[in-house]
């Protein structure tokens, strides 16, 4: 049997892709994720970038929000 030679296809970098590469950089995590890969994190360390995540997703949703809002009124 040949095993077939598959191309990894390119994953298109999300936004959360980048928050979660600069919140691992802040928390002072990226050594341990450039030596060990992501599931290389404790779940206290993924579960903190997730939570910063979400908290920051929500605070940009609201800052679209109260700019679509100023648009209109103005």
Known sequence: MQKK??????KIET????????????LGLMDKVNEL???????KETGKIGG???V?????KKKVEQ????????
Request: charged residues 45%; proline residues 0%.
């Open 52 to 54: 910063i995540i979400t």
């Open 15 to 26: 936004i959360e892709d980048k928050m979660k590469y600069e919140i691992a950089n802040e």
């Open 5 to 10: 030679n598959k191309k990894k296809k390119k």
């Open 67 to 74: 700019l679509k809002n100023e648009k209109k009124e103005g």
């Open 37 to 43: 890969g992501w599931g290389g994190l404790t779940a």
């Open 56 to 60: 920051r997703k929500k605070a940009m």
